[in-house]
């Protein structure tokens, strides 16, 4: 099986090094490592142009940052029109694989059928769980667990390893997310037709800065609290294309979510509640394209 990573990457410099070099040391050669830089600093276009120079990686440098979402739109693309691997291991900048976690995964792929997406055991740095990539777990979860694998609904990108045929079939990200929630959107467009995993034995490390879920009302940064705006938005959208259960799911969320700013221990409350309001109701009309894939781009 042939493999490209797909690393989206925005003024982390010293992670993207770190990341990279941990491709680099995979057990399992990587066919291909596809870089998307969303108009980061020059340091970060001048250390990427000199790997691209040496053959190791290909990089694509984007004119302005349309965000993660639109990062991986763009490396997907990249993936279907200028490679013929079986598989897009997808990535944050700051995602940092140990030596076997391409090779874990791959172990599983000749034991596992109509695979749509298998994703890593993500830790923080600390080793404990990583809590924004905590997979979904399917209605079946118990189906594989004779092959050390759980079965899953939705995960995040950091360690998805996307089947060729998944993309194909589903088409891209929605760029117009932005920021957050695209990975739980495409995941779930991809189990919707494919079987999907999360492989316990493939490890990856999460280098955020706290391990912490994305919250609201836990943010004590008020120069991050409008980027809120994009995760209940999305969050709406996707709730309103899987049926009434989880757009009542969502209401409930939301209604927890304004509970927890005006009770809990937190700053900022007019301006998390404003958010909210606005990321919740732009939800509502919230109807982007979802790009499929041309056929035409399929490499022979």
């Known amino acids: 099986m042939k493999v490209a990573a797909l690393v989206v990457t925005y003024n982390k410099l010293d992670l993207l090094k770190e990341c990279l070099q941990a491709l680099f040391n995979q057990t399992h050669p990587l066919n291909h490592i596809i870089v998307i830089d969303n108009a980061?600093?020059?340091?970060?276009?001048?250390?990427?142009?000199?790997?691209?120079?040496?053959?190791?990686?290909?990089?694509?440098?984007?004119?302005?940052?349309?965000?993660?979402?639109?990062?991986?739109n763009a490396g997907l693309k990249t993936f279907i029109k200028h490679t013929q691997d079986d598989f897009a291991w997808i990535m944050d900048d700051d995602t940092i694989p140990t030596k076997t976690a391409l090779e874990k995964m791959l172990s599983k792929t000749d034991k596992l059928t109509h695979l749509g997406f298998l994703c890593s055991n993500v830790k923080w740095t600390n080793g404990e769980p990583s809590a924004m990539n905590i997979p979904t777990l399917a209605k079946n979860w118990t189906g594989?667990?004779?092959?050390?694998?759980?079965?899953?609904?939705?995960?995040?990108?950091?360690?998805?390893?996307?089947?060729?045929?998944?993309?194909?079939?589903v088409g891209y990200p929605i760029t117009d997310f932005f920021i957050w929630g695209d990975d739980v959107e495409y995941t779930n467009r991809v189990s919707k037709y494919f079987n999907c995993y999360l492989v316990n034995k493939s490890v990856v490390i999460h280098k955020m800065a706290e391990n912490k879920s994305v919250n609201i009302a836990l943010e004590n940064n008020p120069k991050r609290i409008a980027r809120y705006?994009?995760?209940?938005?999305?969050?709406?959208?996707?709730?309103?294309?899987?049926?009434?259960e989880t757009s009542a799911y969502e209401f409930l969320f939301v209604l927890n979510s304004v509970r927890r700013v005006l009770f809990g221990?937190?700053?900022?409350?007019?301006?998390?509640?404003?958010?909210?309001f606005k990321g919740t109701m732009a939800g509502l009309s919230f109807n982007p394209k979802i790009e499929q894939v041309d056929l035409s781009d399929l490499k022979d």
Not at 53 to 72: E, K, M
Not at 265 to 276: A, D, E, P, Q, T
């Open 40 to 72: 980061s600093e020059q340091t970060t276009q001048d250390y990427l142009t000199v790997l691209s120079q040496q053959g190791r990686i290909n990089y694509v440098r984007l004119p302005r940052n349309i965000g993660g979402a639109g990062g991986f």
């Open 144 to 169: 594989a667990l004779d092959e050390d694998v759980v079965a899953v609904k939705a995960a995040s990108f950091v360690s998805c390893m996307v089947a060729r045929t998944a993309v194909i079939k």
């Open 229 to 244: 705006y994009y995760s209940f938005r999305n969050r709406h959208f996707t709730a309103r294309h899987k049926g009434f």
């Open 265 to 276: 221990k937190n700053s900022h409350r007019l301006m998390k509640l404003k958010v909210i």
